[in-house]
């Protein structure tokens, strides 16, 4: 077994990295201070609140000595280096402010031009169709296992979901039908369910058996 | 095994390495603040940086390929003036801190059961079922308040303080600052481990007591290695283990003698 040469040192413990140390370096010309560090963030997976957004590569950090800020780059976003934690944060706000603006058509000529770069970085697609409103829909529970649930939606096409995505549908039996609150991720696959109602079976609503039960004159 | 009253341990780390996936580990980073908020209510998310200088024409510079940056997630139990017990999380990583201070140096039991109880939690929330293996960290402080047999406010007798130092090749003898002195050594058993012994400064203030810190660091994280949770318990010990032989060897007789030994059997 090899030990890991590259296992970081002094990582875990809290006053190694809490106690001021120095690190020497000798030059003979001086750090150009207007010349900002860059780093590069080590995620691309941004969690605030509800909110999950991914960028399509690790974003740019940069410090700037003279200001003590942190740049988001491409983001047009600059924050103190106290606040660096909440970069996930920034991000998301920025991202989510934009595509508001964007969906109103209320972007400025700037904002367009940030918009444009900032959409081409996130994974757009993705979090819309994870942001999208929950919807209207029926159907019905075909069967139950102890770890899924099988649903026929209202347009014929069945899922197997894991009980934990849908657990108020429990409160029906196999062959109920129901109205719910929904909303789907990618692949049109149930996320997440609310507002379970039981409903009518589809077969009692059928629109032919009501049309023909309609009442008119000649009956 | 002897014990101590005293021991100059003013933390104790423990550590575990890990790989989680990154949506995984950043979808459910918050569902992890919600659930330590109550027990751990000082949260905070703080930037980790590595830089390297290099130098390029003749000018020291920050090569755009080489710096990294990370954050990391950090619950406390106290508040920022009492920073006693904490949980670190990065994504390849889960810490245990237990900060003592001088003539509190915590206990190794203590840290096992704070473990024992947030360990499990933390791997079912981020889907975890191997480790690369364990670390445990222990932060010695070596002043005026830990050894005041051996140390004024502005000088440290380390030759009788550590072994290492005490006969010192050469015709020079007398240990003056700065004092930096790192040792790696691997043990070969099972599991494989290695030990490492860092003795640097700390700096301080102008005027202020000069002090020394000495951080042994036993693990078993290893290239590929895999271990269950159930296995932590047991390497947890052995890691334990070691730092306590390597203190007694570390330690000189007299040094030992001033942290108010007792046999643990009584």
């Known amino acids: 077994m090899i030990l890991a040469p590259d296992i970081p040192t002094e990582r875990a413990s809290y006053l ?4 001021p140390r120095t690190v020497e370096v000798s030059s003979s010309s001086q750090f150009d201070l207007d010349v900002p560090i860059e780093a590069e963030l080590d995620q691309r997976h941004f969690a605030f609140g509800e909110y999950f957004l991914i960028l399509e590569r690790y974003p740019t950090i940069a ?47 700037h904002e367009e031009r940030e918009w444009e770069e900032i959409s081409r970085q996130a994974d757009y697609r993705r979090f819309c169709v994870e942001h999208a409103p929950a919807i209207f829909t029926e159907g019905r529970l075909l069967a139950a296992t102890p770890a899924d649930l099988e649903i026929e939606w209202h347009d014929g096409t069945k899922e197997v979901v894991p009980r934990s995505v849908a657990k108020s549908l429990e409160l029906l039996n196999p062959g109920e039908s129901f109205t719910a609150l929904a909303n789907f991720g990618e692949g049109n696959k149930l996320v997440s369910i609310s507002q379970v109602a039981p409903a009518p079976s589809a077969e009692v609503i059928d629109g032919e058996t009501l049309w023909r039960s309609w009442p008119s004159n000649r009956s | 095994m002897r014990k101590y009253k005293r021991p100059p341990i003013v933390e104790r780390a423990f550590s575990v390495g ?73 994504r390849d990583r889960v810490a245990f801190n237990l900060v003592g201070g001088p003539a509190n140096p915590r206990h190794y039991e203590e840290l096992e059961e704070f473990s024992h109880d947030w360990l499990p939690r933390w791997a079912d929330h981020f889907e975890v ?87 042994f660091k036993a ?21 334990h283990d070691l730092i306590l032989q390597e203190f007694e060897a570390y330690f000189t007789v007299q040094a030992r003698d001033s942290f108010g030994p007792y046999d643990s059997g009584t």
């Open chain 1, 16 to 19: 190694a990295n809490e106690l």
């Open chain 1, 63 to 109: 410090y700037y000595r003279r200001t003590y800020e942190l740049e988001i780059r491409g983001w047009n976003v600059r924050l103190p280096w106290q606040r660096g934690g909440e970069i996930s944060r920034e991000i998301i706000r920025k991202f989510l402010f934009l595509l508001r603006k964007a969906e109103r058509k209320e972007l400025s000529k």
């Open chain 2, 18 to 90: 890990v790989q989680i996936d990154e949506e995984l580990f950043h979808r459910r980073i918050e569902e992890w603040k919600d659930l330590l908020q109550k027990s751990f209510p000082e949260m905070e998310t703080i930037t980790e940086w590595q830089i390297k200088v290099t130098q390029k024409d003749g000018m020291p510079s920050f090569d755009q390929n080489h710096q990294r940056m990370s954050l990391k997630h950090r619950f406390w139990k106290g508040g920022q003036s009492n920073r006693d017990k904490g949980i670190q999380v990065w």
């Open chain 2, 129 to 215: 079922k191997t480790l690369r293996g364990i670390t445990l960290e222990y932060v010695n402080f070596i002043s005026f308040q830990t050894v005041p047999k051996f140390a004024s406010e502005n000088k440290i007798d380390l030759k009788n303080i550590l072994n290492f130092f005490s006969n010192l090749p050469g015709p020079g003898k007398t240990l003056i600052p700065p004092y930096n002195f790192e040792i790696n050594l691997g043990i070969t058993e099972t599991p494989p481990m290695r030990f490492s012994a860092h003795l640097q400064n700390i700096e301080s203030q102008p005027g202020s007591t000069l002090a020394l810190r000495l951080d």
């Open chain 2, 219 to 239: 693990t078993t994280e290893g290239l590929g290695r895999k271990i269950s949770l159930d296995e932590v318990k047991n390497e947890l010990r052995l890691a």
